[in-house]
């Protein structure tokens, strides 16, 4: 019997011993259980027909891999070495044609011995069981498009798969963390059931309410301000505090804006209840100014104000640029500019809320900083001014004070 011919023999032997492509698990590095057996057989087919011969190790090694990546450059398949659908399809094909191939030899050259004593028992095995090789295959149908090699979705799928063990993206790794955290509110729910039955009052309080401020810190959120001040140095973190029912229940009348200056924070007062808290940025004691040289006193005024506008798009009348011929000549305050005339365009003050005609007021901006650095108007995060510029209206209250929380 020539080699070739017992390599078709001994691979037609694997062939109805072993489950098909279709049905196994994907074979990769990092992440994917890589089966022996199914490895084995990869392995196999991949030598039939090939120049290059590996060594059946039964694992997922360095030789295995290219020789995926070769067969999966031959049928057009995305070369990453990852044995996902596409290959399994594909390998299945192979494994089909020489499994035909086999069976014309075997018929031809007539059945050896050992062949025959062999599969003998497996073949009266699968006719006993016709019953339930008929209940598997009307639950397993595969659908024939799902398997097509001009499938783009599978291709990605591959690509999407291959890509796995390589470092995680950072949206990747928020996906995970939002999944842990739905998995840690289940089993608090599921806790909470079990302690309403309870007839203990005092048992319930006592469990639930820390079970709740752990959840809550670790999701960044807090059920009231003051167990948000517990957990937050307001000084120093640049932490949102909302509450979402309250902020709701704003309408410009029940309404009052707070900005404390010795903590650099504001907060949105609803029917006495604080609704929001945010970091602000208000004015410095000595700013300088790099056109004059000179340092100048520009802290925001303590006192009580009434909103006097609201526009959404505002430009500074006073702060800006300066262009003439195209280049900017001067950053910083229009009045104080004594060189040659040019155009002036104004910094943009979006989410403008005035509270005096000198030009102070609140506006979004993308340096909130932990001290004061504005030039006397009150920075607040793009997010934050968008709530205050909604839940405000003309006459509203807004205090700026110095004082502890």
């Known amino acids: 019997m020539n080699s070739k011919h017992f390599l078709i023999l001994s691979m037609f032997c694997l062939a109805l011993n072993a489950k098909t492509f279709l049905e196994f698990g994907d074979i990769c590095e990092g992440k994917c259980k890589n ?27 360095k030789a295995t891999k290219e020789a995926i990546i070769a067969f999966q450059k031959e049928h057009n398949i995305p070369a990453t070495g990852y044995v996902g659908e596409l290959t399994k399809v594909a390998l299945e094909t192979k494994f089909k044609y020489y499994k035909s191939m086999a069976e014309d030899k075997v ?61 995680l993206s950072k949206k990747e790794i928020e996906k995970i963390k939002k999944r842990e955290l739905r998995r840690l509110n289940k089993k608090i729910a599921a806790k909470r059931l079990k302690l309403k039955r309870k007839k203990s009052k005092d048992y319930e309080i006592a469990s639930v309410t820390p079970l709740k401020s752990k959840m809550e810190r670790r999701r960044g959120k807090s059920s009231s301000f003051e167990e948000f001040k517990k957990y937050t140095d307001l000084k120093k973190s640049y932490k949102v505090f909302k509450d979402y029912k309250l902020l ?33 940025t208000t004015g410095a004691k000595r700013k300088f100014e790099p056109n004059t040289k000179i340092y100048r006193d520009k802290r925001t005024p303590l006192g009580t104000f009434r909103v006097l506008e609201k526009i959404a798009d505002k430009r500074s009348t006073i702060f800006g640029e300066i262009i003439v011929d195209g280049k900017v000549v001067y950053r910083g305050d229009r009045r104080k500019y004594k060189g040659p005339p040019g155009k002036f365009v104004g910094h943009p ?57």
């Open 35 to 61: 089966d022996p057996k199914e490895v084995e057989l990869v392995q196999k087919i991949l030598n039939i027909g090939s120049d290059k011969k590996i060594k059946i190790t039964k694992k997922y090694d």
């Open 107 to 167: 018929a031809k050259m007539g059945t050896p011995k050992f062949l025959t004593q062999s599969f003998k028992p497996i073949r009266a095995k699968e006719s006993t069981s016709k019953e339930k090789t008929t209940k598997v295959s009307k639950k397993e149908k595969i659908d024939s498009r799902k398997f097509d090699f001009v499938d783009k979705k599978l291709a990605v799928k591959e690509k999407v798969a291959a890509a796995q063990p390589l470092k």
């Open 248 to 280: 709701r229940k704003a309408n410009g009348k029940n309404t009052i804006v707070k900005i404390n200056v010795r903590n650099q924070r504001v907060n949105l007062i609803v029917d006495g209840k604080v609704a929001l808290s945010s970091p602000c």
């Open 349 to 405: 003050l979006t989410n403008w809320v005035r509270l005096t005609s000198g030009g102070i007021g609140l506006h979004a901006s993308k340096y909130v900083k932990r001290y004061p650095a504005s030039n006397g108007c009150i920075r607040l995060p793009y997010d934050v001014s968008k709530i205050i510029f909604a839940k405000v209206s003309k006459g509203t209250k807004v205090m700026v004070v110095n004082e502890k929380e």
